[in-house]
């Protein structure tokens, strides 16, 4: 393992210093933040015999780190940390300056440095982050607005921090509730397809000799089978095509429309549809009032 140096920001607002062993730098990171510790600085200890594997391993971390997006624990760190050193009386900027050092997130990074450059020739807060429309939603924007014109930009940040973590657990419990139904679909359907292609074809050769009129659906089975084993990559390109369309979809209002009208309609599913985003619509609804916005522009 490497030792690292590190200097911190306390709940307090206190500047504290000292080293912790681990084999990456993240490794820290993560530490001092469930140490509520707000990373300033972080330095490989230059008596640390094992430099030299310290440095390879984060390189190869990096690299695959540039194929993953910003997630909503990259958001949630930026903001809690954020709120903590604003909190402690260091300047915005600043506060940009040193996440743009901690991150670990290359793309995250990249953009909070955006933001830096912005605010440095210029720009509202809640401007520069509104260059950046597919990491911060509106939401963002608005509550960031309201806590330059009030002061309170630790109570806003504090507040987004908050919001992504209710949004993360309400992900988690989806995700949970909904494991078993895919699981019995992604089952089903690998079913019918190893039925269609190997077993349903053993028997067609039966029928074939047999001179006994096949009855429709028996005749539709096999139409169905044939056409599954004949025509393995016509389906694997319709699945991909299938999938690139949605993600375009997902550009236009009135295709998101369409599919959350479907969603809400289905039986079981549709009622917890809802049931999600009528919390999810209190939650927002509660973060904006108790931030300042009025209730005609909340709505």
Known sequence: ???????????????????????????????????????????LSSSDSDTSAAQSLPERTSFLDKFRGITIDDLILFCRQTATMLDAGIGI???????AKQVSNPTLKEIIKGISQGIERGDDLSSAFARH????????????????????????????????????????????????????????????FFLMSFVVPKFVTLFEKSSVALPFATRLLIAISNFFSNNYLVIIIAVISLIALYRFGLN?????LARDTFLIKLPIFGELYIKIYMARFCRVF????KSGIDLIKTL
């Open 1 to 43: 393992m490497a030792h690292f140096q590190y200097e911190a920001i306390n709940q307090d607002g206190q500047i504290v210093t000292g080293s912790h062993s681990a084999e990456l730098i993240q490794e820290v990171e993560k530490w001092l933040s469930n140490q509520h510790l707000s990373p300033i600085n972080i330095t």
């Open 93 to 99: 900027l600043q506060c940009l300056t040193i996440m």
């Open 133 to 192: 429309p597919k990491v911060f939603n509106p939401l963002f924007i608005n509550i960031i607005n309201i806590g330059e014109e009030s002061g309170t930009l630790d109570n806003s940040f504090n507040y987004l921090a908050g919001l992504y973590e209710n949004e993360k657990s309400i992900k988690e419990r989806i995700k949970a509730a909904t494991r078993y139904p895919k699981i019995v679909i992604t089952a089903l359907f690998g079913a019918v």
């Open 252 to 256: 236009y209002r009135e295709f998101i």
């Open 286 to 289: 509660s973060v904006l009032t």
